[in-house]
């Protein structure tokens, strides 16, 4: 069974920077594609960013140029750095593995494994 474990969120400030890890209990995790995914308050779960195995990414319009999505295999872990936070960053995040193909997909039905997400608010 894979597990993926979340952490990093917190409350911060808008224009902070922050950087969201997943740990992943997986003995193939180098051959998964894994994800981002946000949930906003009221709001469904949505993509945010993907990365393959071989480290092809694919990120949501909304994101694109403030969040930067990397994975070190040699840990069993991906990141998700997020730059200049907006107050409609504030979300539940994500992390997900997909355990085959290398598609980055957008999909929330297209992934395996789910993480119980970490809390991100951005407040004055």
């Known amino acids: 069974q894979v597990q993926l474990v979340e952490s990093g969120g917190g409350l911060v400030q808008p224009g902070d920077s922050l950087t969201l890890s997943c740990a992943a209990t997986?003995?193939?995790?180098?051959?998964?594609?894994m994800a981002w995914f946000r949930q906003a308050p009221g709001k469904e779960r949505g993509f945010v960013a993907a990365i393959s195995w071989n480290s092809g990414t694919k990120y949501a319009d909304s994101v694109k140029g403030r969040f930067t999505i990397s994975r070190d295999n040699a840990k069993n872990t991906v990141y998700l750095q997020i730059n200049s936070l907006k107050p409609e960053d504030t979300a539940i995040y994500y992390c997900?593995?997909?355990?085959?193909?290398?598609?980055?997909?957008?999909?929330?039905?297209?992934?395996?494994?789910w993480g119980q997400g970490t809390q991100v608010t951005v407040s004055a």
């Open positions: 997986a003995v193939f995790f180098s051959t998964y594609t």
């Open positions: 997900a593995a997909k355990k085959y193909g290398s598609t980055l997909a957008v999909g929330l039905s297209s992934y395996d494994y």
